[in-house]
């Protein structure tokens, strides 16, 4: 493995980083704006409709959570991973100082 190899990999991480947390951010301000939405139309809506908007709102903050979650789990494996790498790199080193 090369340096160059390395921070290609580090890049591709910071970058599917970097999109994993747009997404979360982009989930948020859906479900903030949806939320606000359907608020404003439950003030409205009389009884029955309020419990179904209630429901829908529940609905959609739990697959925003879920969203949440899964890119949680998948930063964690993208920082587990890059401490392997990290740790392969420190070995590569320590290698190449021996045969120097």
């Known amino acids: 493995m090369n340096d160059n190899t390395f921070r290609l990999s580090t890049l591709e991480s910071v970058l599917f980083i970097s999109l994993a947390v747009l ?5 948020w301000v859906i479900s903030r704006h949806i ?3 359907r608020q404003a139309r439950a003030e409205l809506a009389p009884g029955k409709e309020y419990r179904s908007l209630a429901d829908e709102y529940r609905r959609l903050s739990d697959l925003a959570i879920t969203a949440q979650e899964h890119t949680d789990l998948r930063l964690t494996d993208l920082g ?3 401490d392997e790498i ?3 790199l420190e070995q590569m080193q320590r290698i190449l100082k021996e045969v120097e």
Do not use: K
């Open 23 to 27: 997404l979360v951010l982009a989930v």
């Open 35 to 37: 939320s606000a939405a």
């Open 80 to 82: 587990v991973r890059i």
């Open 86 to 88: 990290r740790d392969q």
